[in-house]
């Protein structure tokens, strides 16, 4: 078969099966060719999700006539000129590659003027159909129509509105992240979503989009080498999502994914997080456009950089730096996420610290933490376990005894005894849970999402197996760095990891606490307030029949906010905010899973928040009880996650490690 070159409108549809992944890439492209414009306000509408069309407004340079025709011809750019300009880019596009690949796919409709002459262009496939002179304002407003009309295989295969808007969201709030000197409009199908006011300034633009109660806890971070500048914010120690997704790196002000350079952001918070929780961060490098490669990817979203191991010791340094002076014990009067109201609020207006959420507004990150004596008496009503242990052990019983929910009610009998663990283990009811050692982060899969997944369906294989072998009847001796527990019977020696054992106890009694409870609901006096970004929140509004079957009852409450109303009885009054925020991002992370798996989880989760961690040191009566009620769980030999509850050194080993047992393959000449 004879070498042919392809005709130009089927490279650039090839072309478009690189750069044109969804609509939301096609956003993308679009605003970036905006802001390379040198716009100062940039309008993004979109359309069922970019699907029906998506519209670009700018007031930045514009075109001639001339350059508006030769925009859509393939590898056209205004900007590089030689080879020599691959090697010190300074705007975000340069192959000219990208408006022929979305006109090669879609209907276009442009209208531009550089202040001199105004153009109006109609292309269809590619094709230029139709020309004429426009208005005189400087600028560009360009449309998208119809993408993918001529290539179904593509729009066979696009996802759910609600999944491509989310796409798009992200874009937009990347970009304007990335330029906060732009003033960025956001709307679909005619409801704006995101507003910022392009002064510059980073942190109002984080608020816009995470909302104000996030932002006014991230902390600024600075850092700089012979190379490289690092600027931008990281949050608290106590605030974290269970996503990376709130990770964002930017070059040069170009949104990029390094996987190192995330690595970098999480090693400088050490061991301050918990297992399987990310903090939210923004971070701005400065360099050298001769150290970076940016023509390594069609979408030049990953880069090559050159020194990378020298930046990510400075992005690791600069965020320890930002986060050493920080009060790592999480408390009511430092961090405040889920604002209470009251249920009138719900029914006439919000209040103000949600009024403006999506709508930029300025913040003083100067100024100190709001204490709680200084909030409103409704906005300081939070659950018990979020407030610090202040009593004894007898009068923590009897303040528990008064809760909404009473656990005992539905409490096995042999659990009974130990149900109020001495101080219920201070730190474990926090909000963010407890800070573990490094040794604890590394016998943990990185991967919290797929992990919990693992663990349920885990589980669920290994308690349908039938234990036989009678739990040994072990006699305490005393306890080991404040973790273990040293055992022994006529077989030999245990050790018992007393975090997997009241977690194995933990899970078995919720698990059974959700059967009989079934889908009793406990109605919430003063609900809680649940912030979500824009991407997420278009999610859950898919999900909220699924999330009320699982007892969670969710109610819209402004832009980006959820307000709890109910919650299932099972819960208990601890952690629930936690709780909830938890199986929200199961559900995001796995939108197949089912009730059962959501149960399921939710029991893994609850059983390891609120059982004793390592370095937490027991009396004998405490540790026999501990014991008393392993031995009458249905599998006392592993925790939910698989791992070891108890090990066992016999006898024989014992005496062989004391060379009172000889090796029978040593010679006795030996």
Same mark, same amino acid.
């Given at each position: 078969?004879?070498?042919?070159?392809?005709?130009?409108?089927?490279?650039?549809? &090839? @072309?478009?099966?690189?750069?044109?992944?969804?609509?939301? *890439?096609?956003?993308? /492209?679009?605003? $970036?060719?905006?802001?390379? #414009?040198?716009?100062?306000?940039?309008?993004?509408?979109?359309?069922?999700?970019?699907?029906?069309?998506?519209?670009?407004?700018?007031?930045?340079?514009?075109?001639?006539?001339?350059?508006?025709?030769?925009?859509?011809?393939?590898?056209?750019?205004?900007?590089?000129?030689?080879?020599?300009?691959?090697?010190?880019?300074?705007?975000?596009?340069?192959?000219?590659?990208?408006?022929?690949? &979305? @006109?090669?796919?879609?209907?276009?409709?442009?209208?531009? *003027?550089?202040?001199? /002459?105004?153009? $109006?262009?109609?292309?269809? #496939?590619?094709?230029?159909?139709?020309?004429?002179?426009?208005?005189?304002?400087?600028?560009?407003?360009?449309?998208?129509?119809?993408?993918f009309f001529n290539t179904p295989a593509r729009l066979k295969y696009v996802k759910s509105l609600q999944t491509e808007l989310s796409h798009i969201t992200d874009i937009i709030n990347r970009e304007a992240l990335s330029h906060p000197d732009i003033r960025f409009i956001y709307e679909h199908d005619g409801k704006s979503l995101l507003e910022t006011n392009g002064k510059g300034r980073v942190e109002e633009v984080l608020s816009a989009i995470y909302g104000y109660h996030q932002a006014k806890q991230l902390l600024p971070i600075k850092g700089e080498s012979l190379n490289f500048e690092v600027t931008g914010f990281v949050s608290n120690p106590s605030l974290t999502r269970a996503s990376k997704n709130y990770l964002s790196l930017f070059v040069n002000?170009?949104?990029?994914?390094?996987?190192?350079?995330?690595?970098?952001?999480?090693?400088?918070?050490?061991?301050?997080?918990?297992?399987?929780?990310?903090?939210?961060?923004?971070?701005?490098?400065?360099?050298?456009?001769?150290?970076v490669d940016v023509n390594v990817h069609p979408t030049k979203q990953e880069v090559r950089i050159s020194s990378e191991d020298d930046l990510y010791h400075l992005i690791q340094q600069s965020v320890d730096q930002a986060i050493t002076p920080v009060q790592r014990i999480p408390s009511t009067g430092q961090e405040t996420p889920n604002v209470t109201i009251d249920n009138k609020a719900l029914g006439h207006q919000q209040v103000s610290t949600e009024k403006d959420r999506g709508v930029q507004s300025r913040l003083d990150f100067n100024s100190q933490s709001v204490s709680t004596s200084e909030l409103p008496a409704k906005e300081k009503i939070l659950d018990d376990s979020t407030q610090p242990p202040t009593t004894n052990y007898a009068q923590e019983q009897s303040n528990e005894s008064d809760n909404v929910v009473n656990e005992d009610h539905f409490m096995p009998e042999y659990l009974k005894p130990y149900a109020h663990e001495k101080q219920e283990i201070k730190d474990a009811s926090s909000d963010q849970g407890t800070y573990l050692n490094t040794e604890e982060l590394e016998s943990v899969p990185t991967n919290h999402q797929s992990s919990v997944w693992r663990t349920v369906k885990l589980v669920q294989q290994t308690d349908e197996q039938s234990f036989n072998n009678q739990?040994?009847?072990?006699?305490?001796?005393?306890?080991?760095?404040?973790?273990?527990?040293?055992?022994?019977?006529?077989?030999?020696?245990?050790?018992?990891?007393?975090?997997?054992?009241?977690?194995?106890?933990?899970?078995?009694?919720?698990?059974?606490?959700?059967?009989?409870?079934?889908?009793?609901?406990?109605?919430?006096?003063?609900?809680?307030?649940?912030?979500?970004?824009?991407?997420?929140?278009?999610?859950?509004?898919?999900?909220?029949?699924?999330?009320?079957?699982?007892?969670?009852?969710?109610?819209?409450?402004?832009?980006?906010?959820?307000?709890?109303?109910?919650?299932?009885?099972?819960?208990?009054?601890?952690?629930?905010?936690?709780?909830?925020?938890?199986?929200?991002?199961?559900?995001?992370?796995?939108?197949?899973?089912?009730?059962?798996?959501?149960?399921?989880?939710?029991?893994?989760?609850?059983?390891?928040?609120?059982?004793?961690?390592?370095?937490?040191?027991?009396?004998?009566?405490?540790?026999?009880?501990?014991?008393?009620?392993?031995?009458?769980?249905?599998?006392?030999?592993?925790?939910?996650?698989?791992?070891?509850?108890?090990?066992?050194?016999?006898?024989?080993?014992?005496?062989?490690?004391?060379?009172?047992?000889?090796?029978?393959?040593?010679?006795?000449?030996?």
């Open positions: 078969m004879a070498i042919q070159e392809l005709p130009t409108q089927v490279a650039n549809q &090839i @072309a478009a099966g690189e750069v044109v992944e969804r609509p939301a *890439s096609v956003v993308k /492209e679009l605003v $970036e060719n905006a802001i390379d #414009a040198n716009a100062s306000e940039i309008i993004v509408s979109v359309e069922e999700a970019g699907l029906r069309a998506i519209q670009i407004t700018d007031n930045g340079q514009g075109m001639s006539t001339s350059d508006a025709q030769l925009a859509f011809k393939r590898h056209a750019t205004s900007k590089i000129h030689s080879h020599h300009d691959l090697f010190r880019i300074r705007t975000l596009g340069f192959r000219g590659e990208a408006l022929p690949s &979305i @006109a090669s796919v879609s209907e276009i409709h442009l209208e531009t *003027s550089d202040g001199h /002459e105004g153009t $109006e262009l109609t292309l269809n #496939a590619g094709e230029i159909v139709d020309q004429q002179s426009s208005h005189l304002r400087q600028g560009t407003t360009i449309r998208i129509e119809n993408l002000g170009r949104y990029i994914k390094n996987y190192v350079l995330n690595q970098a952001i999480l090693k400088g918070y050490g061991s301050k997080l918990m297992i399987g929780r990310y903090p939210i961060a923004a971070i701005y490098i400065t360099l050298d456009p001769q150290l739990f040994p009847d072990l006699v305490y001796a005393g306890q080991i760095q404040g973790t273990y527990l040293a055992c022994y019977d006529e077989t030999g020696m245990y050790l018992v990891d007393q975090h997997a054992a009241q977690e194995r106890i933990k899970y078995e009694y919720y698990r059974e606490a959700i059967a009989l409870q079934g889908q009793d609901l406990q109605n919430l006096l003063i609900p809680y307030v649940l912030e979500f970004t824009q991407a997420e929140k278009q999610k859950i509004d898919q999900m909220l029949p699924r999330l009320a079957d699982m007892g969670i009852i969710l109610e819209p409450f402004g832009n980006n906010s959820y307000a709890l109303q109910k919650h299932p009885l099972w819960m208990g009054n601890k952690n629930i905010e936690h709780i909830v925020e938890e199986l929200i991002q199961l559900a995001l992370d796995d939108p197949d899973a089912t009730v059962k798996d959501y149960r399921e989880a939710t029991a893994i989760m609850m059983s390891c928040k609120r059982s004793i961690k390592a370095n937490h040191h027991l009396d004998a009566s405490e540790a026999n009880q501990l014991l008393n009620d392993l031995a009458h769980t249905k599998n006392p030999y592993n925790c939910p996650h698989g791992r070891p509850v108890l090990i066992h050194f016999s006898n024989y080993e014992i005496e062989r490690l004391f060379k009172r047992i000889q090796d029978p393959h040593q010679s006795p000449k030996d």
